[in-house]
């Protein structure tokens, strides 16, 4: 108790210094004129008595000295002082301050920013209680080969539903894209869930206001009710506390709303908005768990795997969607982890390379300390001289730096926090997770950390350096002896090795930009197998309550008809499938090797039902027979078309067409000839392997469309997008009810699904192109120093007779080979470390001898481009003129 | 110190600046470094500046107070006195330090060998 009253005394008097100064000195003079009163009446003289009086006190100037470091904190002063004096040097060489700052902070912004991306996707706890124990649950088939989304079948649902083990509780979901109209507003499309009631419980979420529903919810028609999420609330019904009631349309059926999720509650994610209950002859489902305790997601995976063995045979669906009838196998994934896999390579990278930046910025602003240091020995001695120990001149240093390294990190905060800011534009388009990452006190944590960490590494070495202080030979020294030029020196082999390292570290971010670079432009040329220029494309949503499977074709033959009579549109056609837009599911079948006499093959196909002249809008290409014609009709044999990955792998590479294949389209159609081939397309990444494909023309099929949201997409002459209004116009006059849904070029969807590349390739190269400039300030700031340090070896030299290239050798000599050895080390790491992000890399092998000489021309360029003006100055260097000046 | 004079015990100050507030009631610096010369007749050697060291330590311990006054002959200066707080460490501090004088006073008292 006492001891704090007087630890916060000290600290309040260490405030107050000044006017505590003063007034003990006028403490100190009335006890004077006191002790002189004293001596007057004692008898003697004035002046006498005064100074006796002042010989009783004592040394005044010690005792205030003394008095303060009794009043206050004496470590403070220290601390001030040696900020102070910090200041004061950064302030003589301002240039320096600032660059080193903006280094530093360049480097801390962008290394923050990627932290708080990397913690809140990848690390930050999904926002459900416990949401460790959620675990994704995903079903396959032994001998499928096609490649499914995670699902599991409703019979293992079920079957694992009614005796669990190893589970608390299983939820199944399906995304979907609907129209809703809320309020008599118009309506809008909107991605909701439809969902087992279980999921709540699964997730331990509940509404905030109402209930949730209950599984008698899950039977068709009994299933109007549905939760909206907070921002609806908030946004449609003005937060109104009897939402409860009120109703919504959904697909044009009024569903009553029974509740309100929470303000923070996303699943899947943040586009969701409303949550429904799921069909239960849906034969598929999204299905999350919540593990007991004791279990682990091992055992859930081994139970979901037995569960699915006892459930009912789904039969030919079960082929159908698993692409085989082999036994079953269920895996179980950490819900965060699966939610995150696909994004995950790319923040790793991002944040490696982030890494590697601050290590360059690092080691370039310990570099110019380092050259400072060895610059000011002179001061340093001189301190020494006059009585500084060497822990205080290293504890100088020490705190110069960390005046950089504290002033660089908040200006890094503010940096990152503007990055943050500007995430959603610079981060790929729909990136997982976005809505969670922020500037929360982990990543302040992780600032602080790393600014204290910059500033000691910055500080070490020169602080190593002060504290080891050689008075006799900084002072006899006159400062520009060669002492420390060439690698004769450990602190000039320190320079030279952090320059090496920073050119390593640039060499490697380089690299990599390059790679990503040169896959990025390899992934826009690829070959898709189709003509992506030139194509609009929209989705035309015609639900089955208004239009019928065969109203379905009447409404797009006329909607394709019109179209393509409009002056600029040269093909238009309709189809289920589009590539970059669906997600598709095969169709599998037994066929006869044609023939032999072998087993029968299982086919495993995607399957896309299409509009005559998909094809020509598309600009696939027809590489065997033809594509469909106004010849087939429902009265013509049913054709289809395949492509020629079906054609290598289940009729051996032979003529197709005119091959008969059991593929049952239609319930009425027990089999399709093959009247033509096309290339394979590639549906949503270039670097996909193809798969099978199926064509049959919807004109063929008795039942008409199955599907009830078709794509549209129109080949035009000129600008696509210049036809939505009239797209729209057209479906319109065709079909008032129906409205388009998500317009957009077939460019804009390719653009789009290579955002997260496009990401990557800016942040590698913007990171690049800095570690490199970086390197040339480093370098320049070296050969500069170099060629003042040395001067006068300089001309004695050339008074010798050196020539202007021995000159160079020896000026720019160890630095140029400290960028080389820098660069053959970068380079070959970058490149062996390809691999680990292959998955980024296209029509680039990882060693790319593109990349390793447009590396090595560009640092060789900064070399040359940084050593110019040092080099001029030392071949340019009067003997006689340096000679003298010493 | 080369002096008969013997230099103040390392922490007594404190106790005998408590106990002559306690005694005197509020005193400036000066008028206690006089009082504890007098009561020590010249036996103690007391640099008087160091009295105000002791001052600014029991201050901020919250045992004294300090207040700018004037003086009976009219000269400003600063007067302490005692606080409840610091009564309570006196009272503590002296029996402290009978218990210790005594226990030395008794080994003083033992027989020489020789």
Known sequence: MTRWRQWLGRLWAHVRAGRLDREFDQELESHVALSTDDYVRAGLSEDAARRKALLDVGGATSLAEQHRSVRGLPVLDVMQQDLRDGLRVLRHRPAFAWLAILTVALGVGATTTLFSVAYGVLLKPLPYPAEQRLVRLSETRQGGTVSARPFLSRPTFDAWQQ?????????????????????????????????????????????????????????????????????????????????????????????????????????????TSMWKPLDRTKRLVTAVGRLKDAATVDQ?????????????????????????????????????????????????LAFTAGLILIVVATLNVAGVQLARAIARQKEFAIRAAIGAGGGRIARQVLVENAIIGIAGGLCGLVLAVWLNSLLPKLGPQGMTRLEDVSMDWHVLLFMMALTIAVSIVCGLLPATLAHRVRMLTALADDGRAPASGGLRTRVSRTRWLLLAGQAAMAAALLTGASLVARSFVAVLAADRGYEPHGILTARLPLPAREFSKERRVVVLDEIIARLTSVPGVTHAAATDILPLIDLEFPRSFAMPPPGGTNRPVTVQVMSRTVSRDYFATLGMRVIDGRGFGDADTRESLPAMVVNRTFVQRYLGGRSAVGVTVPIRWSATQAARVIIGVVDDVRQHRAADPPQPEAFACYCQIPEGLLTDIPAIAAR??????????????????????????????????????????????????????????????????????????????????????????????????????????????????????????????????????????????????????????????????????????? | MGDDKAAILQGTLDLMVLKTLDAMGPMHGYGIARRIEQIGEQALQINQGTIYLC???????????????????????????????????????????????????????????R
């Open chain 2, 55 to 113: 001052l600014v330590r029991l201050v901020q311990k919250g045992w004294i107070t300090a207040e700018w006054g004037s003086s009976i002959n009219n000269r400003r200066a600063k007067f302490y006195a005692i606080s409840r707080a610091g009564r309570r460490q006196l009272i503590a501090e002296a029996q402290d330090w009978k218990r210790i004088s005594s226990v030395i006073d008794r080994l003083l008292l033992q027989g020489s060998r």
């Open chain 1, 716 to 886: 035009t002459a000129a600008d696509p997008l210049a036809y939505a209004g009239t797209l729209r116009d057209v479906v319109h006059d065709v079909a008032p009810t129906a409205s388009l849904d998500s317009i957009a070029t077939m460019n804009d969807r390719l653009d789009a699904s290579v955002s997260g590349l496009r990401t990557s390739v800016t942040l590698f190269a913007a990171f690049g192109v800095f570690a490199v400039l970086l390197v040339g300030i480093g370098l320049f700031g070296t050969l500069s120093y170099n060629v003042v340090q040395r001067a006068r070896e300089l001309s004695v030299r050339v008074a010798l007779g050196a020539q202007s290239t021995d000159v160079l050798r020896v000026v720019a000599g160890p630095v140029v080979v400290a960028l080389v050895c820098g660069m053959a080390v970068g380079i070959p790491t970058a490149l062996a470390a390809g691999r680990y992000f292959r998955e980024f890399l296209f029509g680039v092998t990882t060693f790319d001898i593109v990349t390793v000489v447009a590396v090595t021309g560009v640092l060789l360029i900064v070399t040359i481009a940084a050593s110019l003006l040092p080099a001029v100055r030392a071949i340019r260097s009067d003997p006689i003129q340096a000679l003298r000046s010493s």
């Open chain 1, 163 to 271: 005796h669990m083990t190893t589970l608390e509780g299983l939820a199944g979901w399906n995304a979907e894209s609907v129209t809703v109209t809320i309020q008599g507003g118009s309506p809008e499309r909107r991605r909701i869930v439809t969902c087992t009631a279980s999921l709540f419980a699964v997730l331990q979420t509940y509404p905030v206001v109402g209930t949730v529903f209950g599984t008698d919810a899950e039977t068709p028609g009994n299933d109007r009710s549905v939760l909206i999420d907070y921002a609806t609330w908030q946004g449609r019904f003005g937060g109104s506390a009897d939402v409860v009631g009120r109703t919504v349309e959904i697909e044009g059926e009024t569903t009553i709303v029974i509740g309100v999720m929470s303000r923070g509650f996303h699943f899947p994610d943040a586009t």
């Open chain 1, 300 to 348: 859930a995976a081994d139970e979901g795997t037995a569960r699915s063995r006892t459930a009912p045979d789904m039969g030919s669906l079960g082929t159908a969607i698993f692409g085989s009838n082999g036994p079953s196998r269920v895996t179980a994934t950490p819900l965060r982890q699966a939610v995150t896999a696909t994004i995950r390579p790319g923040i790793l």
